[in-house]
């Protein structure tokens, strides 16, 4: 294959496979996105995980339970679809845990109560679903692949954090007001997770090109804000926007200015748990290396048998 046919594939909205010719840079970013994507997931684990031990109930756990493992397995779908662009896991998770790749900036900030684990479904996971269902027809085969059943769980992720939310709101003035105070401490890190204003992105146009993304940052966001409205009106929850409003005109909902500068101190690192979260997944890599190296040393065992098996084999014919 060459940069032709690499062009005409893109061209015809055909996918491009682990063996095809790429560009470097195309390779190089398909890399770098789908590496932080799993980063994001396994990263994404810790705020909920904590929650699990203090569930207020059996049934509670059990689904918080399910949907963090949920996350792992994203994790683990989206490593395996970097390998077959020649990346190493290995490295990955090294450049992660050494602060060199980054992971979504909403998992920076702290879970406080219950209802920020309804929250992160309804808003994190729905945010999650806007930018990742276009990302099945994503110009790479394997990512659009993996993308198609973690947009499935994704959206059941989102119902089960809305019908938390439903739960406590049909509760005690306390569990409404603990609801309120999750919303308003999520809503605008939501946002932001749909990245910088199209002005200031600087790698939406060649991703665009390349079909790698399908819509730009601003108009992700404003399909998240028009599908949350009238959520927040059913479930009885005010968003912290007093510039939120119906705009008949564009047929959108108008929204007020995001604090740019918080995005860009959390991503630089500077958000309430970063330095907590990166510590948690290097201590979970250092402590289940005992665990890959006898992985490692029972499939050398495994693969040594087996060559002995068909040397003894060979002398028996
Ligand atoms: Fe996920
Ligand atoms: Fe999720």
């Known amino acids: 294959m060459t940069q032709e046919?690499?062009?005409r594939t893109i061209d015809r909205d055909q996918r491009v496979e682990p063996r095809d010719w790429m560009p470097d840079a195309y390779r190089a970013t398909m890399i770098r996105q789908i590496a932080q994507h799993a980063h994001s997931e396994i990263i994404g684990m810790q705020?909920?995980?904590?929650?699990?031990?203090?569930?207020?109930?059996l049934?509670?756990?059990?689904?918080?339970?399910?949907?963090?493992?949920?996350?792992?397995?994203?994790?683990?779908?989206?490593?395996?679809a970097a390998e077959t662009l020649g990346a190493d896991r290995a490295e990955l998770t090294e450049k992660l845990i050494s602060g060199r790749q980054k992971y979504s900036s909403i998992f920076n900030y702290p879970t406080l109560t219950f209802a920020d684990v309804g929250v992160i479904g309804w808003l994190v996971d729905g945010a999650a679903i806007c930018n990742?269902?276009?990302?099945?027809?994503?110009?790479?085969?394997?990512?659009a692949r993996a993308m198609i059943r973690i947009c499935k769980e994704e959206s059941f992720?989102?119902?089960?954090?809305?019908?938390?939310?439903?739960?406590l709101m049909r509760g005690t003035p306390a569990q409404r007001e603990m609801v309120q105070d999750a919303v308003n401490r999520w809503w605008w890190p939501s946002l932001m997770m749909?990245?910088?204003?199209?002005?200031d992105s600087t790698h939406t146009e060649r991703s665009m090109a390349w079909k790698i993304k399908r819509h730009t940052n601003d108009?992700?966001?404003?399909?998240f804000v028009d599908m949350t409205v009238p959520q927040a009106d059913a479930l009885g929850v005010t968003l912290p926007d007093p510039e939120l409003r119906w705009n008949a005109e564009r047929g959108h909902h108008d929204f007020g200015p995001i604090d740019w500068s918080e995005l860009k101190r959390v991503i630089s690192g500077d958000g309430p748990c970063n330095a907590e979260r990166v510590a948690v997944r290097r201590a979970a890599?250092?402590?289940?290396?005992?665990?890959?190296?006898?992985?490692?040393?029972?499939?050398?065992?495994?693969a040594e048998r087996e060559r002995r098996r068909d040397g003894e084999g060979l002398a028996a014919v």
């Open 5 to 7: 046919q690499f062009e």
């Open 47 to 57: 705020p909920e995980g904590l929650w699990i031990t203090r569930a207020p109930s």
């Open 59 to 80: 049934r509670r756990r059990a689904i918080l339970l399910a949907k963090v493992q949920d996350e792992a397995g994203h994790g683990l779908y989206l490593y395996s």
């Open 132 to 143: 990742q269902v276009p990302l099945c027809r994503s110009s790479y085969g394997p990512y």
């Open 157 to 167: 992720h989102q119902r089960q954090g809305y019908e938390l939310l439903m739960t």
């Open 194 to 199: 749909f990245g910088p204003p199209d002005a």
């Open 219 to 223: 108009e992700l966001r404003q399909r």
């Open 285 to 302: 890599h250092e402590d289940g290396a005992w665990v890959r190296e006898a992985a490692a040393a029972y499939a050398a065992k495994q």
